[in-house]
């Protein structure tokens, strides 16, 4: 794949690491716009995503990227989902792992969902690893539920792993993973 630019929209900047490291591997260069978008308050990624790339597009009026990665607890059902920003705002990570990483059923799927607008048409990549919720958090606690979630099969949480080996297994990965593939297809 030759160089190629997308412009992500996303306020946090160890997602956009993530995204920039990852897809430069594939000839892909990431450009942040640094601007939080509001999003829906809703459990439904895929309408949560898709609002949110919407209001991306009407910033940047050019091609973007937005995502959205959130944690689906077997023990909730499979919330919190969408609302995983919400509840890990009101409750930090000890007071998060106390109460999902002690339950009978710790068991939790990070799922990273992304949302691509090509000024066209709107477009979904999704990528799911299966893991555990832990207690107490492990590691650092600068990322989010990083160091709460260990991904099946790992012995270290997101936050205990370098960003090196976290990227090369994450639900990130997964889902750029899956863009980059279209990007490549779509001569975007």
């Known amino acids: 794949m030759t160089d190629r630019q997308v412009r992500f929209v996303s306020?946090?900047?160890?997602?956009?690491?993530?995204?920039?490291?990852?897809?430069?591997?594939?000839?892909?260069?990431?450009?942040?716009?640094?601007?939080?978008?509001?999003?829906?308050?809703?459990?439904?990624?895929?309408?949560?995503?898709?609002?949110?790339?919407?209001k991306a597009f009407d910033l940047v009026r050019t091609r973007v990227f937005v995502e959205h990665t959130g944690l689906h607890l077997t023990y909730l059902g499979?919330?919190?989902?969408?609302?995983t920003q919400v509840f890990w705002d009101s409750l930090k990570a000890d007071r998060f792992a106390e109460l999902f990483g002690r339950t009978t059923d710790p068991s939790a799927v990070a799922r990273t969902t992304i949302g691509y607008i090509d000024g066209r048409q709107f477009f979904l990549f999704t990528g799911e690893l299966p893991g555990t919720i832990v207690s107490p958090p492990r590691g650092s606690r600068d990322f989010q539920w990083d160091c709460v979630f260990q991904p099946k099969g790992r012995t270290a949480t997101f936050a205990e792993m370098g960003m090196d080996e976290k990227n090369s297994i994450s639900m990130r990965r997964l889902a750029l993973d899956q863009f980059a593939t279209f990007l490549g297809k779509s001569g975007d």
């Open 78 to 83: 499979g919330l919190p989902g969408g609302l």
């Open 11 to 54: 306020a946090n900047p160890f997602k956009v690491r993530e995204a920039q490291s990852i897809m430069s591997a594939v000839g892909v260069t990431v450009t942040p716009i640094g601007q939080k978008i509001d999003e829906l308050q809703t459990n439904d990624e895929e309408k949560l995503v898709r609002d949110k790339a919407l």
